[in-house]
């Protein structure tokens, strides 16, 4: 099996820099106001909500709260000024409220659900097309991402 860091596949960087934080995972005031549409600011939720729609901004998909480092966490935390603990954002992350959220999300950054017969029929021919002209299998990954 290819290691995922020989792929396009993209993933969050554990060594992440200041710059990076600011740049990527700070939730712009038009963010900060359509979470504010969903929920109230000192809530659990809103901070969910924004830690999901800037990890999914940067990785085109979602992610578990495992998956997102603490200095992340901290600085969207931080920057819409919550005081929701780590406890508080695991309940929200095991809560019926984040999946409505990951609908509110896709409809926002307007990302379809993934259709497993036509996504994996799709990626199967990709990989066969690809495997004409590449032999190493994370350029054919690659191809298929």
């Not at 994996?120 to 032999?135: D, G, H, I, V, Y």
Request: proline share 3%; with cysteine.
């Amino acid at each position: 099996m290819v290691a995922i860091y020989q792929t396009a596949y993209p993933r969050i960087k554990s060594d992440i820099t200041e710059d990076e934080l600011g740049d990527i995972y700070t939730p712009t005031t038009e963010d900060q106001q359509w979470a504010l549409r969903h929920c109230r600011r000192s809530s659990a939720s809103f901070l969910g909500l924004l830690v999901q729609l800037k990890t999914t901004q940067r990785l085109g998909r979602f992610v578990g709260l495992g998956e997102v480092p603490k200095p992340i966490i901290a600085h969207i935390k931080n920057q819409c000024r919550s005081r929701v603990t780590l406890k508080d954002l695991k309940t929200y992350y095991t809560s019926g409220a984040k999946d409505r959220h990951v609908k509110l999300i896709r409809r926002h950054l307007n990302i379809k659900a993934y259709d497993a017969a036509k996504t994996s029929a799709l990626a199967q021919t990709w990989a066969l097309e690809a495997a004409t002209t590449k032999e190493a299998l994370p350029d054919i990954i690659n191809v298929t991402l």
